[in-house]
């Protein structure tokens, strides 16, 4: 939900949730951000016009503010890298995937590939508008074996579901579990297949 008093709204603009918006006038292909209060103002972009100073400012943060066109230029570049990378990443691992399939098999004979639901980088709105996190199906190897494991996830890559570097994916039920802010932090972040976290593993790691 989100509180609209005096407020003038063009084509081509997304108002996040519980954002608050007072005698303002939002411009055409302009992203207002969750939470985010605008009073007096008006909005063009991740330009920001405050009508009572004359103050203009240029917002960084596009969270906060974002033009959409831009922003939806940089994802889609974005997204084009991330795919093609996964597509490379997909061909130079191919020699792997039997191997992969033999160790899951002499390790789960009954179910060697199996499915995991997990969340990605995708969306979808509802009738307000809203946009929610799109959940999707996932294969792996049944073998604890990390790097065999998570070859089959290249795929949700290159169907853009994940990025190859990323927070990790969560299964919906974990991912709708965290309720404090600081637990939210994570999803301001891109899902990715390879995590900052691998970073950290020690050495002796297997």
Known sequence: AFLLDKV????????????????????????????????????????LIRIDTGAIVQVIDSFLLA???????????AGLINRSLGLLTLLISLPLW???WLIAWLQNPQAPLRQVKLRGNLIWRDSMGIAHPKDF???????????????????????????????????????????????????YAPIGLIGPSQLTIPVEAP
């Open 137 to 187: 199906i996932a294969l792996e190897w049944a073998t604890n074996i990390i790097l065999l494991r998570h070859l089959p996830k290249l795929l949700a890559v290159i169907t853009g579901q994940l990025r190859m570097v990323g927070v990790s994916p969560e299964p919906p039920e974990q991912a709708e579990a965290r309720t404090a802010p600081w637990e939210k932090v994570r999803d």
């Open 98 to 100: 039997p191997v992969a």
């Open 8 to 47: 003038v709204i063009s084509n081509d603009v997304i108002v996040d949730r519980q954002a608050i918006l007072q005698n303002t006038v939002v411009l055409p292909h302009t992203y207002v951000g969750e939470s985010v209060e605008l009073r007096n103002a008006i909005v063009w972009g991740n330009l």
């Open 67 to 77: 033009d959409l066109k831009t922003e939806t230029i940089s994802k889609q570049l």
